[in-house]
């Protein structure tokens, strides 16, 4: 798999590479190559916990290693449409440049023949650029279209179909509502992904206000009746589709429907490949209107659902394609209190503590030792609430615990209002959480 990452603006990278070290699709000896970083997917990416959690194995910055991952590479595209010397994916396929810039082609980007002999699928996740998110770009050469094209349709290479996955708000708007002018390509998505475009905004297309959406899957992409949320604030434009084509493109999940606008709002579309005939749509296609970094668990957009859903994705669209998870399940992907025998951290009491005794509840699957602490802003242990052996069939119900905490630390004084840490550790399983105290 190369993932391509698009002209991001707010980190999907990380994201990817939080949940492909949590799904199997990174061995460990590979975590944190290429640009040193690696978490699990069920972290909070957005905070360096490291002085907080400890070792660099749970969380941290690690030496540079070459590419990332273990099946999968990356490629990096930023800034391409602009007018700047940035390359695009298929930046080995501008005209030769003429005069002064004689010999000087970018050469940063793979060529069609080396995509289809390394790869069978190209992951792109793109951030919010609202037109021209892919070339050819006005003035420039890459043929990113193209490249996509060829790397489906080519035939020397590894063993067809091969698949391509773009997942972002605006990859199609993007394409649709731009003219050739300014950057748009308005036939290729229809043509290549079998989608179209109903609105560039679902809140305002569904009159929808609320922040948080639910995201409905259907199968083939998921197929354990598994529920998915997406962010939905007023700053955030996630495309609702359209089906399109005669070559069997189907809506793959599915935003809230609403009494405004026509129902069901398409959120992706997947389109199976007609290969080996070669006059339809040889390539297997996902597209989806969403970003990695606004969608996750039902309800909260928690990470461990987007691992879920990462998971079940690989798995079940691209199993075929003999591009099997190496671990074969997700890795740390408990953290659900209303499911027995499932590792997890959850608090069972308000949040932030005002008065009272904060309740901490967890769950063990396995009889090991279990430590819970808390800690404050600086990485400073402030309270040890457990460190010993817990036994799943003694939890109620089994597997899970709650422990209190009075707001003291170890010597019994009181903690200062603030934010806190509680850290759950035991050989198999690591999470912390925010807890902020405002009762002294």
Request: proline share 5%.
């Amino acid at each position: 798999m190369l993932y391509v990452d698009w002209e991001d603006r707010r980190g999907d990278e990380r994201f990817w590479v939080g949940i492909a070290d949590s799904i199997g699709v990174t061995q460990a000896s590979r975590w944190g190559a290429h640009n040193g970083w690696h978490a699990r997917g069920d972290q909070d990416i957005t905070q360096s916990l490291q002085t907080v959690i400890g070792t660099p194995n749970d969380w941290g910055v690690y030496r540079h290693g070459g590419q990332p991952g273990t099946i999968w590479d990356m490629f990096g595209v930023k800034a391409s449409e602009s007018a700047s010397t940035s390359p695009s994916l298929a930046s080995r396929t501008t005209t030769n440049p003429t005069g002064l810039q004689t010999g000087k082609k970018n050469l940063n980007g793979p060529s069609g023949l080396m995509l289809r002999n390394y790869y069978r699928i190209l992951l792109i996740l793109t951030g919010d650029l609202g037109a021209g998110n892919i070339g050819p770009y006005i003035d420039k050469g890459d043929n990113d279209i193209g490249l996509l094209q060829d790397f489906v349709g080519g035939v020397a290479g590894t063993s067809k179909p091969r698949a391509v996955w773009a997942m972002g708000r605006n990859f199609v708007e993007g394409q649709v509502i731009a003219n050739p002018g300014s950057g748009g390509h308005p036939t290729f998505t229809a043509t290549f992904f079998g989608a179209g475009l109903v609105s560039g905004n679902y809140r305002s297309y569904a009159a929808n206000n609320h922040d948080i959406v639910d995201l409905i899957p259907n199968a083939p992409i998921v197929t354990n009746g598994n529920l998915y949320s997406v962010l939905n604030t007023c700053t955030i434009g996630n495309d609702v589709l359209s089906t399109t084509g005669t070559f069997g493109a189907a809506m793959a999940a599915r935003y809230e429907d609403t009494a405004t606008g026509a129902n069901p709002k398409i959120a992706s579309i997947y389109a199976p490949s007609s290969y080996p005939s070669t006059t339809d749509h040889e390539g297997v296609t996902l597209v989806e209107g969403f970003r990695i970094s606004g969608f996750g668990t039902w309800k909260t957009v928690t990470s461990h659902g987007r691992i879920n859903y990462y998971f079940n994705v690989i798995s079940n669209l691209f199993a075929s394609l003999n591009c099997a998870l190496i671990e074969g399940s997700p890795i740390s992907v408990g953290e659900n209190p209303n499911n027995a025998l499932r590792y997890y951290l959850e608090l069972r009491s308000e949040n932030p503590v005002r008065n009272g005794l904060a309740a901490i509840s967890f769950g063990v699957t396995r009889k090991e030792r279990v430590e819970l602490k808390i800690y404050d802003v600086t990485g400073r242990l402030v309270r040890t609430l457990a460190n010993r052996e817990f036994d799943p069939v003694q939890g109620s119900p089994q597997g899970q615990f709650t422990v209190l905490w009075d707001g003291s630390d170890d010597d019994g004084q009181k903690v200062s209002r603030g934010v806190y840490f509680y850290q759950l550790r035991t050989p198999s399983f690591v999470s912390q959480k925010k807890l902020a105290v405002l009762n002294h």
